[in-house]
């Protein structure tokens, strides 16, 4: 890495919570320079405005995530563990989640629909990611005959993002994971209930 590329990533790594916490509108370039410690200079210096630092830092966070997700699962072989250590790293991890300021996914979201149109597309394509990860799991289990072959692999991944979403929501604004753990309870009903052979 370059010192360039290690001062955006400095940066970014510095900025991401603060973001997450504060929102993207909400995250000032004050705010910005005094999480770093860095000039206004330095950081116009490796980000052309604050738009870029937005989608770069929430190009991080999201990374980070499905990075952790994908660790979580990548040692079971069989489709139906793969979901339920999915749905296990939100109950296993929910506080480290909150620490941070929730799902940057789910914040991003929810603050790009009206104030920050330029970000629309990027955050667009981690949902749709998501989903498709999802989905492939889903795949997989139907071709290994452990699934049902007539469900909607999509259908499911998406109510699986509403539910992991919705579930969040509401136990961060609580403070507790209740509604979280409700949500993902749900999930294993449906895959056990619904998707399962």
Not at 54 to 76: M, N, R, Y
Not at 162 to 181: F, Q, R, T, V, W
Request: charged share 25%; glycine share 6%; with cysteine.
């Amino acid at each position: 890495m370059s010192k360039a590329e290690q001062t955006r990533q400095f940066i970014i790594e510095k900025t991401a919570s603060l973001f997450n916490k504060n929102g993207y509108a909400g995250t000032s370039l004050s705010d910005i320079t005094a999480a770093t410690g860095l000039t206004k200079g330095s950081i116009y210096g490796n980000f052309k405005n604050k738009e870029e630092v937005v989608i770069a830092v929430f190009k991080h966070s999201s990374g980070e995530l499905a990075k952790k997700v994908d660790a979580a699962i990548s040692d079971e072989t069989s489709a139906y563990k793969q979901l339920i250590a999915f749905i296990d790293f939100y109950r296993n991890n929910w506080s480290s989640i909150f620490e941070k300021g929730g799902c940057p996914l789910l914040n991003s979201a929810t603050e790009v629909d009206d104030a920050l149109p330029y970000m629309k597309n990027t955050v667009q394509h981690s949902f749709v990611s998501w989903a498709k990860k999802v989905a492939k799991i889903i795949e997989l289990g139907i071709e290994n005959n452990e699934f049902y072959k007539e469900i909607n692999p999509n259908d499911y991944a998406n109510t699986f993002i509403m539910l992991i979403e919705g579930g969040i929501l509401l136990s961060k604004m609580a403070n507790k994971p209740d509604n979280l753990y409700l949500a993902l309870d749900r999930i294993v009903k449906i895959i056990n209930e619904e998707i399962v052979q």
